[in-house]
């Protein structure tokens, strides 16, 4: 059994890591802490706020004593805001608390493109422009070119928890381009989970989630890969260790 453990901020779209627990369909156990989130906004004050050291390390005993092997800080926003060094030292400091190697879902993504090949890439994210601006200006960073941002202004992550397939196919398709070689959906409050397969036969090319890569991110940290195709092109790549 590979234990991941996983920070998750407030509470919106945690139910996609036991769907995703049960598709992955090995001995990978997933598990969730929930971080303090104080005031839910997509304001660039509330997400810093989000991602204070404290609110980080208090979830991290937990995940210690239920025996995770890697630790990722499951938000998106709550990585990139600090921009590209920022998110490094959060991750370092993670690491030492925790004991154990660290991410975050910014950085997930960064290695899910690397991952799946693509050069070029649309971003789909349901933050005010202001902040979709930035998670793009993170992405560039880590060596991806951003051929377009949408932002689609949602005001908070109750919100975006809210969402269906429908609207998360309209924040896809919204911020397509024919010259993207893959779409990213930020955002670890967006319900994905159960509509990726259908982004990607809609889109006709691989779509990365956030609360998708983190996962992947945790597996990487431990040294694990799985295949599970219901998760996407990026559970499909080899070599394939599938227990």
Known sequence: MTALGFLYPGHSAEDDYPRIEQLIGSDIRLDVVHTPIGEDAHRMDALREIASPERLAAGVEELRMAGAESVVW??????????????????????????????????????????????????GAP??????????????????????????GAATAAEVGTWGEAEVLALARQAD???????????????????????????????????????????????????????????????????
């Not at 998110?87 to 993504?109: D, I, K, N």
């Not at 779509?207 to 990487?220: D, K, P, S």
């Open 74 to 123: 499951a938000c998106t926003s709550g990585s990139f805001l600090v921009g590209w060094e920022g998110a490094h030292e959060q991750v370092r400091a993670l690491a030492l608390a925790a004991g154990m190697p660290a991410s975050s879902t910014s950085f997930a993504f960064v290695h899910a493109v690397r991952e799946i090949k693509a050069v070029r890439v649309a971003v």
């Open 127 to 152: 933050y005010p422009d202001d902040v979709a601006a930035l998670f793009a200006d993170f992405l560039r960073a880590g060596g991806t070119e951003v051929v377009a941002v949408r932002g689609s």
């Open 177 to 243: 381009t024919p010259d993207a070689d893959a779409v990213l959906l930020p955002d670890n409050a967006l319900h994905t989970a159960a509509h990726i397969p259908a982004l990607e036969r809609r889109l006709g090319k691989p779509v990365l989630t956030a609360n998708q890569v983190t996962v992947w991110e945790g597996l990487r940290l431990a040294d694990r890969r799985v295949n599970a195709p219901t998760l996407g092109a990026l559970f499909t790549r080899e070599p394939i260790v599938q227990v």
